[in-house]
């Protein structure tokens, strides 16, 4: 626990992160000792962190902003659309990589061709704002910490959202027909890889559950629930029941399985189950009205 003192002697306690960024697990974050971890987002004023050289902390709790300083003759590359502000002396940079191996890879990776580089060249120290571009957690992945250094973790196309650090963002083909058209990840998925202490950032919606599986231990995961996995972890698939169920049970015919030794980092709503459900809202709300529904995503 960490405690801030206000005006009139009033003490505020807020809770600390515990996951992803500190390898201590408070045991009350895991009460039925399960082995499932809840990332818990820090409050405003919590520590910062610092890597690569840049001071960094996550601010809210859901649609998070990332906050990073700069240091001077130094960048940040992120995402296009990420930007929310920054220092008035920095400047904004992009890069094509449409025409070439790795702008082949990040499409299929499910990013943009279009990599953002927001630069310092003045001669103090700046700093930016960046937040995803859909509502969603900030989920920090520190390689050498929650993956392993030189390693490579799979995740759902489109979740890198910035980086501190030399991270490389890529694809993975799933030559399994059952698993690419069944296990919620498709033929291409995303692949970020790194070397120790540096960081990839990804987006997530809801409530963001980690958990490492030993040796040959599965886990059953709704498949639009698994946000990302180590490489060495086996993807499965498994059917959810009988007709009956898997026409009316709301999860499909199948389900995810994901067998260790890794880490699997679980989100409780996705932006397509989001959009769906809003999809569905709106068009409620427009023929009660007597319109007609019209919504674009």
């Known amino acids: 626990l960490k405690s801030a003192r206000f005006s009139m002697d009033e003490e505020i306690i807020v809770e600390a992160e515990t996951v992803p960024l500190t390898a201590d697990q408070d045991s009350s974050v895991d009460p039925l000792l399960s082995g499932f971890e809840w990332y818990k987002p820090p409050p405003t004023f919590e520590k910062t962190h610092v890597t690569s050289g840049h001071n960094w902390n996550i601010t809210g709790h859901d649609m998070q902003v990332l906050t990073a300083t ?49 630069k310092n060249d003045t001669g103090g120290e700046g700093y930016v704002g960046l937040t995803p571009n859909y509502p969603a957690k900030i989920i920090p992945i520190k390689f050498g910490v929650n993956a392993d250094a030189g390693s490579s973790i799979i ?60 040796e040959e231990e599965k886990i059953v995961v709704s498949t639009r629930s698994v946000l990302a996995h180590d490489e060495s972890m086996t993807l499965g698939i498994t059917p959810n029941g009988k007709l009956c169920t898997c026409l009316c049970g709301g999860e499909g015919c199948f389900s995810t399985t994901l067998e260790g030794p890794g880490k699997v980092w679980m989100q409780s709503l996705n932006f397509s189950k989001f959009r769906e459900n809003i999809q569905v809202t709106v068009s409620e709300e427009e023929m009660q009205r007597g319109g007609a529904p019209n919504v674009s995503w």
């Open 70 to 118: 700069v240091p001077s003759g130094a960048h940040i590359e992120t995402e296009v659309g990420s930007f929310v502000y920054m220092h008035p002396g920095m400047t904004t940079e992009i890069e094509c990589t449409l025409f070439g191996e790795e702008g082949c890879s990040r499409i299929c990776g499910g990013e943009s061709c279009v990599k953002m580089f927001l």
């Open 155 to 214: 995740a759902q196309p489109g979740s890198y959202m910035t980086q501190l650090g030399d991270i490389t963002v890529g694809h993975d083909f799933d030559l399994s027909l059952k698993t690419c058209c069944c296990a919620g990840f498709g033929l291409c998925r995303q692949k970020l890889s790194g070397p120790e202490g540096s960081i990839a950032f990804v987006s997530a919606g809801g409530t963001v559950v980690f958990k490492e599986l030993k």
